[in-house]
């Protein structure tokens, strides 16, 4: 599993990015994914998940119908749309893997690098 994150930026409060996550490995369609944040002096947290197939998904409370994670087996690839973003969602995005499934995506055995979100306000 190598995993590559893109899309971060710079928007404004109540703007929108998607961000992308590549995965150059074998085992892509087998693995659960997931994207974890991290703001400066505060520890990484979970943001959300997707089954290997796509079926079942898992967001934390904070982001609830604002995010929306997608993948596509075919390009080996995981999305994380973010709409209405809030000064407080700035922070390094990571994606994430595992291979035992959706229930343990919160601890992943695969991390991907970070990409920089900023929303101003």
């Known amino acids: 599993v190598q995993l590559q994150a893109s899309g971060g930026g710079l928007v404004q409060a109540g703007g929108s990015l998607r961000l992308s996550c590549t995965d150059s490995?074998?085992?892509?369609?087998?693995?659960?994914l997931g994207w974890f944040r991290q703001a400066p002096g505060k520890e990484r947290q979970f943001v959300a998940g997707?089954?290997?197939?796509?079926?079942?998904?898992l967001y934390a409370d904070s982001v609830k119908g604002r995010y929306t994670i997608s993948r596509d087996n075919a390009k080996k690839t995981v999305y994380l749309q973010m709409n209405s973003l809030k000064p407080e969602d700035t922070a390094v995005y990571y994606c994430?893997?595992?291979?035992?499934?959706?229930?343990?995506?919160?601890?992943?055995?695969?991390w991907g690098q970070g990409t920089q979100v900023t929303v101003s306000s």
């Open positions: 490995g074998r085992t892509f369609g087998t693995n659960a």
């Open positions: 997707i089954s290997w197939s796509g079926g079942s998904t």
């Open positions: 994430a893997a595992d291979s035992g499934g959706l229930d343990y995506i919160k601890a992943p055995d695969y």
